[in-house]
T-cell receptor, first 115, second 115 residues
């Protein structure tokens, strides 16, 4: 199932480097999200976008920025990577739909290591 | 904001046994409680959900229960199989007026089913 794709799948970089993680979706959803997963900390929301002109900070946005280039594309940038940004990053999409279920459809994840 | 606590962090069972994962939430305005399953190397996927007007919901070997008064909900898996081994996340979410349908996730439970 390639409805939500993320590139790259793995990335190793050095402290201070600028990194961009990309997400594309073919589900036709307006809503897109970036989450970070750390062992024992679960899924934490970094940024979300409800349409192309809408960008909102999540609970842990410091050190990150995003760009919504089109309905189908949502990129996450680390302007100057630091080791504690080493984590598994997930992009997700959703459509509130009737009744507001707003099921999150996750991509396969990008494993980022900052040395 | 909403706070979701999830226990245990790790659960190890023998094939055929039952498994129970428990979550509590803090915001009484939350009205929708999804559960996601994350298999190794993949993004989380919705497996079952429950709304606040329902006390229990079943889908084959999995069931969810909700106690609104105590603000806790649980996932029950019966007759566990090795393919049930995964990380499970609970989540809680308010309606559009309270939070735009964005879920708050628990920290996850790693379920290991031994053959």
């Amino acid at each position: 199932d390639a409805d939500v794709t993320q590139t790259p799948r793995n990335r190793i970089t050095k402290t201070g480097k600028r990194i961009m993680l990309e997400c594309s979706q073919t589900k036709g959803h307006d809503r897109m999200y970036w989450y970070r997963q750390d062992p024992g900390l679960g899924l934490r929301l970094i940024y979300y976008s409800f349409d192309v002109k809408d960008i909102n900070k999540g609970e842990i946005s410091d050190g990150y920025s995003v760009s919504r280039q089109a309905q189908a594309k949502f990129s996450l940038s680390l302007e100057s990577a630091i080791p504690n940004q080493t984590a598994l990053y997930f992009c997700a999409t959703s459509d509130p739909g009737t009744g507001g279920r707003n099921e999150q459809f996750f991509g396969p994840g990008t494993r980022l290591t900052v040395l | 904001g909403e706070n979701v606590e999830q226990h245990p962090s790790t659960l190890s069972v023998q094939e055929g046994d039952s498994a129970v994962i428990k979550c509590t939430y803090s915001d009484s305005a939350s009205n929708y409680f999804p559960w996601y399953k994350q298999e190794l190397g993949k993004g989380p996927q919705l497996i079952i959900d429950i709304r606040s007007n329902v006390g229990e919901k079943k889908d084959q070997r999995i069931a969810v229960t909700l106690n609104k008064t105590a603000k806790h909900f649980s996932l029950h898996i019966t007759e566990t199989q090795p393919e049930d081994s995964a990380v499970y996340f609970c989540a809680a979410r308010k309606g559009a007026s309270g939070g735009s349908y964005i879920p708050t996730f628990g920290r996850g439970t790693s379920l290991i089913v031994h053959p």
